[in-house]
């Protein structure tokens, strides 16, 4: 009754341009995070699965828990190996959790 509803007025309609304006710093700091960190990240993970794919026998492997052994038997479609860690010792080693290939051995002749 006594209170009259109030109107925006002179306010003009957002435009595209001003829309997409808005927008460009999202963009520009989705693409710096595209290449500073998703990429770089994605290219570690596809080389630690090519060297995971590529163990052989006799190669020296460090496990993500520290235990460096030489490799006594892989099987192609298994999810682990088969590590000696001393002389006798033989211990099953999941795959994923090889951390570092440290010395290459020759291929095994068939």
């Given at each position: 009754m006594f209170?009259?509803?109030?109107?925006?007025?002179?306010?003009?309609?957002?435009?595209?341009m001003e829309m997409i304006l808005q927008f460009v710093p999202f963009i520009l700091i989705f693409v710096i995070m595209w290449f500073l960190i998703i990429r770089p990240q994605q290219r570690r993970v596809k080389a630690h699965q090519e060297m995971i794919k590529n163990v052989r026998r006799g190669d020296t492997v460090v496990t993500s828990g520290g235990i460096i052994g030489k490799v006594t038997k892989v099987t192609e479609d298994a999810a682990d190996i088969e590590v000696e860690i001393a002389d006798g010792v033989k211990v099953k080693v999941a795959r994923a959790m090889i951390s570092d290939v440290r010395s290459k051995s020759e291929p095994v002749k068939a």
């Open positions: 209170i009259s509803p109030a109107y925006a007025q002179g306010a003009p309609a957002a435009g595209g």
